[in-house]
């Protein structure tokens, strides 16, 4: 809810500003590389730019940078302005970075969130099985960087296409530890029970199988 208000009152500033400046930087070209599922509606998707997306204005001598986020339009919406609001989005802030050795290329990193922007009641995440949905038709998932500044006038990435079919995967397929795993006896915990078992749910995001580890007893870490 914070965020959503944030949002709008950062629109609302850049619309109100008649002589914001703009960065005369070329729009970044970005390259899919992998998302995977990782709890809930929540996705980990990583991707490569011939920019650094996160120190864009300082790396050009500017200041006022205030976030760089990431959106992606599940129902084929083209339109990624400031001002406009994809109903159906997946959206993230892009909060990490590394650049890749011997390459000009920098891996940005973000978890993004798939929301339905629709539904107003406080419960806009969209279920695995209808997200897939309405993916199914569509080939690519167009997605683009967007980085807001003071008192600059938003900045915008090429669109960048994640292949439907990665991101169906990561859906029907998410990581998911094992239930239960037995540790050497050197790397077990201390415990008053030696023989309990330890179970690793790290990745585990179904309710069900958490609460069927809990029944058996075993010691959940993360």
């Known amino acids: 809810m914070k965020r959503n208000i944030y949002k709008v009152l950062l629109v609302a500033g850049f619309l109100l500003c008649s002589s914001c400046l703009h960065l005369n930087v070329p729009p970044a070209r970005l390259e899919f590389v992998s998302i995977n599922h990782r709890i809930y509606s929540a996705y980990d998707l990583r991707f490569t730019s011939d920019r650094n997306l996160i120190d864009l204005y300082e790396d050009h001598g500017r200041r006022g940078q205030i976030g760089t986020w990431i959106h992606c339009s599940l ?77 600059f006038v938003a900045y915008y990435s090429k669109v960048m296409y994640m292949p439907t079919s990665r991101f169906i995967a990561a859906i029907e397929n998410p990581r998911v530890a094992p239930a239960r795993t037995w540790l050497e006896k050197s790397d077990q915990p201390r415990s008053l029970l030696p023989l309990a078992p330890v179970c690793i749910v790290r990745w585990r995001y179904d309710l069900a199988l958490l609460i069927s580890s809990q029944n058996m007893g075993c010691k959940i870490t993360y």
């Open 75 to 151: 129902n084929g919406d083209p339109d990624f302005s400031i001002e406009h609001k994809i109903v159906l989005e997946a959206s993230g802030i892009v909060s990490g970075m590394r650049l890749i050795e011997g390459d000009r290329r920098y891996e940005m990193f973000a978890n993004i969130r798939v929301e339905n922007h629709a539904v107003n009641d406080g419960r806009n995440h969209i279920r695995p099985v209808e997200l897939v949905q309405i993916l199914k038709p569509q080939e690519y998932i167009p997605c683009k960087v967007v980085i807001t500044a003071f008192p």
